[in-house]
């Protein structure tokens, strides 16, 4: 016998005459808050910063981001549009741009996919994330429950890296960036 | 790793007595957590989101065949190749496979409590690669040659002091560096081995059966570049580990960050789903190895199974009076406080870590911080029964129990020996345990009148 099989047939000797315990369902979603309110003071608690803006705030928040900047890193969903930097590798760039897959407003998280690209979500030391404000979803419950297809990786960001594993002192930016931006977009883009 | 937690009163008494700092830390670092901890379960029904997890989790343990089978399955229709350990024997020659297949010759590690049981950085670094933690408190512990101390702050017993001295002696930074500098020299080295290793380890939060999902919680980001960067990502993941739905992960992810740190998620979640896809970065390969290690031994006994709901979260050692005397070392084994007073006999057997479900004072602040409703002290009281019945605690202890029993129970004698020793009181020095007590305090004065006289006079 293998070690799957040994192991399997050790856990069902093990629970030959233990009830069965029954798995609850889902609590209903319901969350009576203003999603957008919340989502942007959660964002604040967790130490990032949110701003509601249409596609000229958001080329307006983008250029006071960039300014005297070389350049920066993009997602790949990153709209043309809002590439105002020349493109770096996202070991050099000071700044990446993400393109979220969606957020949520419970935790003040940002959701982003492997299919954006991973190093500039991680490596640049600034990270500015889009959002389209009808991917705000009120709770992480419904975020999941929504999600029809899962790429090879998501990564969950609420906030900028932080440890406290130094003399229990908060320091940012440690490994991932030290500031992390949200720009919710208004209408469509 | 090797097993000291026969020694854990001696080694307690020692590091009381000659490093009275680790004291000063981990009460100060755990004080802190607790209170964190107990304002974010303010803020929630966390009566029934723990009673909801407790139920989770128990439907999928007595269902764990099942999901371990539809967790395989779908792991690998991702593409993610899974292998079974029994034991540590086994997780190496899986790892060492791995390692000789792809030449790896340096390893990023993201910090895991299992990788600890196995002995994955003595395996590697004996096959000659180079193996980095890239948990700040990890990295750190590595550098002392030190095992972790708190199963989510690994290095909470180290004084910013003794940081500054290590730096200094390692990287020449300045005896009075701020914890800013000293982070910033750990992040140049690390983010130069993360670029440059070719293998990625890590363990898991959770597993999802129904998706193959594996879920790793953490607010460095140093998990989610491990796991990003290198060609080859192996996840060591405890058998217990898993979630039946996707969506479970709604509940689990928040509650659990909310048990460890006080905070509504941890800074940074990877949902992986298998190795990166065309044209698309990340690792090539993926592999998940399941492990046992004691856990289908723990699973069958019907008095102890149930710490197989632990999450890992560390709540129970922040809020353990006990633990906060000298952090994690002295229990001798990987998993330390509350939880590893029950979870390490389980593990090992109970005769290599007899002194370990002694070390509590059954106060119970351990269960009403557990986000799973583990029954800690119901537990430790069981392993302490075995240990009796199996002649594991000394025989003088069942006898003087025994004594002890029959006098509460009867006014008579209770009041005949009470008055006795208001008369006549022990030779204190020469009882081995009442001279532990009288050590580090004054000595034993009973009370000139009895308590029932007190209170009668009260009344009147």
Known sequence: ????????????????????????????????????????KRLAENGAEGHLVDKEGARKLLADLAQGLPGAAYGKGVPDALRLLPELPPEEAPLGVSRALFAVAETGTVALSSEDGRRTQLLPPVHLVLVEEKRVYPSLLEAFLDLKSLPSAIGLHSGPSKSADIGQVMVK???GPGRLVVAVLQGTW | MRVKAKLYPKEAARLLREQPGVREAVTGATLHFEANRKRAYQEIDAEAWRERARRVKDHLLTHLDHYLELAEKRL????????????????????REIVARHGVKRAVKAKSMLTEELGVNPLLESLGVEVYETDLGEYLIQLLGEPPSHIVGPAIHLALSDIQRLFHQRFGTPLDASPEALAAVARKVLREAFLTADLGISGANFLVAETGTLALMENEGNIRLSTSLPRV????????????????????????????TGQRLSTYVSLIQGPAKEGEEGPQEVHVVLVDHGRTALLHDPEAWEVL?????????????VY?????????????GPIGAVLDPGLLGLEDTYPLPYASTLCGACYEACPVKIPIPKLLLAW?????ERGLAPTWEKGAMQAFAKV?????LYRLLSKALRGFPLPQDLLPLLKAWTEGRGPLQPSPKPFHQLWQELKE
């Open chain 2, 408 to 412: 509460m129970q009867s006014p008579s």
């Open chain 2, 76 to 95: 690998q229709e991702k593409g993610v190749q899974v292998h079974w350990a029994e034991d540590p024997e086994e997780a190496h020659r899986i790892l």
């Open chain 2, 309 to 321: 709901r632990c999450l890992r979260c560390g709540a129970c050692l922040n809020a353990c009076p």
């Open chain 2, 384 to 388: 302490r029964n075995r240990a009796v």
């Open chain 1, 173 to 175: 930016g440690v490994h």
């Open chain 1, 1 to 40: 016998m293998d070690a799957k099989s040994r192991i399997l047939s050790r856990i069902r000797h093990a629970l030959k005459d233990r009830p069965k315990a029954l798995l609850p369902e889902h609590p209903h979603p319901a969350f009576s808050q203003d999603t957008m309110e919340l989502f942007l």
């Open chain 2, 233 to 260: 990502h192996v996840a060591f993941v405890g058998i217990e580990k898993l979630l039946p739905r996707f969506a479970d992960l709604a509940l689990f992810l928040p509650l659990t960050a909310r048990a460890a």
């Open chain 2, 324 to 336: 906060r005397q000298t952090g994690g070392h002295p229990y001798g084994y990987v998993y330390s």
